[in-house]
């Protein structure tokens, strides 16, 4: 019995004077991961990849080596999931909405109208259902991280302004490549055009396109007041981006380096999402600065342009989206309460 206690003793002692030893020698290796979007350096997506960039150098002593690949340098957003799949480039943040070929579940966030807030985005992404369409990508390749904001998508166009719907018919409006996104803007009038986003820019000012949508943070960062007179706060959808790792590359880490990946990510998150916020409060007045001339839907606008879109709605949930539409509703309304 003293026997005994004595052997624990002294392997408690031991294990204890090997604690700190054991935790600072953790399974890193010196590693250079691509991380690849589709915005330029300066936007909100830009400042937030060059946080986790400076976070993975902090967390593991400068081995996890992050390069941020800007303006779809990497190929545009389809692109790049791809090469995550075939395990040839490492990271990545993109649009929610381009993964519906992957995993169609995604296209129940492209619905319009759903979210009336921020806060009820951040709460249903990061709960449950959030994280069970992030799970989907595990068989398909890819592992889904973090949810990043997007925002809320406004209008854009060359023509004029749009303060009813009818203003939208004939404007030719490039959309993501996305059947939801189509289909609810061909069910407003106007002709939907998809086409990827490292493509817009050269699209608006050829008029290959009249407009576009996107959140005012995008439209500063992209610099279409250049090609775009309008823009029209209508708040359609709310468009999260999400953290995307190469499954091949990322099953191939130790556990330590995910868990580094893991928690720097989780930072990146919540950096990215306020200064977001912080910026997208700017960005009005930046656009108006710069000549573009501004207004917001009404009420009973918003209200038509929600009857018009009814089509598109049903017709996801008639294709086997119901359930993950309801499911979806069932969460929001649960932070509404
Ligand atoms: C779009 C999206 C894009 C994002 C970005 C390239 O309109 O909103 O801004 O996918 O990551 O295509």
Not at 33 to 59: C, P, T, W
Not at 66 to 77: M, Y
Not at 134 to 143: E, I, P, Q, R, W
Not at 199 to 227: C, H, R, W
Request: glycine share 8%.
């Amino acid at each position: 019995m003293k026997l005994l206690r004595s052997v624990l003793l002294a392997t408690g002692l031991a294990a204890a004077i090997l604690a700190p030893v054991a935790a600072s020698a953790q399974d890193i290796k010196p590693r250079l991961i691509r991380f690849g979007y589709g915005l330029s350096e300066s936007s909100n997506q830009g400042r937030a990849v060059k946080f986790f960039v400076e976070e993975m150098s902090k967390r593991s002593g400068g081995k996890l080596k992050v390069k941020g690949f800007a303006d779809a340098s990497l190929g545009s957003d389809i692109q790049m999931q791809n090469a995550l799949i075939g395990g040839a480039q490492e990271m990545m943040v993109g649009s929610t909405a381009t993964l519906v070929g992957i995993v169609k579940d995604f296209a129940v966030f492209d619905l319009p109208f759903l979210f009336n807030n921020e806060q009820e985005a951040d709460a249903v992404f990061d709960g449950p259902f959030g994280q069970k369409l992030a799970a989907k990508l595990n068989d398909k390749g890819l592992v889904g991280l973090v949810y990043w904001e997007n925002g809320f998508r406004n209008l854009t166009n060359s023509k004029r302004p749009v303060e009813k719907v009818e203003d939208l018919k004939g404007i030719k409006l490039r959309v993501m490549q996305n059947p939801v996104y189509i289909d609810m803007f061909n069910g407003f009038g106007a002709n939907a055009v998809p086409l990827s986003f490292s493509e817009l820019f050269t699209a608006m000012e050829t008029g290959t396109v009249d407009g576009q949508e996107n959140p005012v943070t995008t439209i500063q960062s992209s610099k279409f007041y250049e090609v775009q007179k309008y823009l029209t706060i209508s708040k359609h959808v709310y468009s999260p981006w999400i953290v995307l790792a190469s499954k091949r590359w990322y099953d191939g880490l130790s556990n330590d380096e995910r868990k580094i990946i893991n928690e720097a990510a989780a930072a990146s998150r919540d950096f990215e999402r306020k200064d977001s916020r912080e910026a997208s409060k700017q960005s009005i007045a930046y656009l108006k600065d710069k000549g573009m001339q501004i207004n917001e839907l009404s009420d009973a606008e918003l209200g038509r342009m929600r009857e018009m879109v009814k089509p598109a709605m049903d017709k996801f949930a008639a294709d086997g989206g119901a359930d993950l539409l309801n499911e979806l509703q069932g969460e929001i309304n649960k932070v509404r309460k």
